[in-house]
């Protein structure tokens, strides 16, 4: 069986930004920090390509796409990064 991993989806330390973390057997194998702008879908779409690709992952070997709790689900953010994990879930 091919390696699954978990992407989890999280508010950065700062106000402004978001954290990619993929996780293999619920350790974390990587990370990105990226910063919020006016661009967040485009950006957090790139940006999760960007660290799926280091990592040689293939979007089919992604077992699942966690959104944290830490995101409040009334924010644009939350509405895109759930759209996003959406999209991933449906290939």
Do not use: C, W
């Amino acid at each position: 069986m091919a390696d699954e991993y978990i992407l989890h989806i999280e508010s950065g330390s700062g106000p402004r930004e978001l954290k990619l973390e993929i996780k293999q057997n619920g350790s974390v194998k990587d990370q990105l920090i990226i910063s919020l702008d006016t661009r967040l879908d485009t950006l957090l779409v790139t940006s999760i390509d960007k660290i799926l690709k280091k990592n040689r992952i293939d979007v089919a070997h992604l077992k699942s796409v966690i959104i944290s709790e830490n995101i409040d689900p009334t924010s644009t953010a939350y509405g895109i990064a759930q759209a996003v994990a959406e999209a991933l879930k449906s290939r």
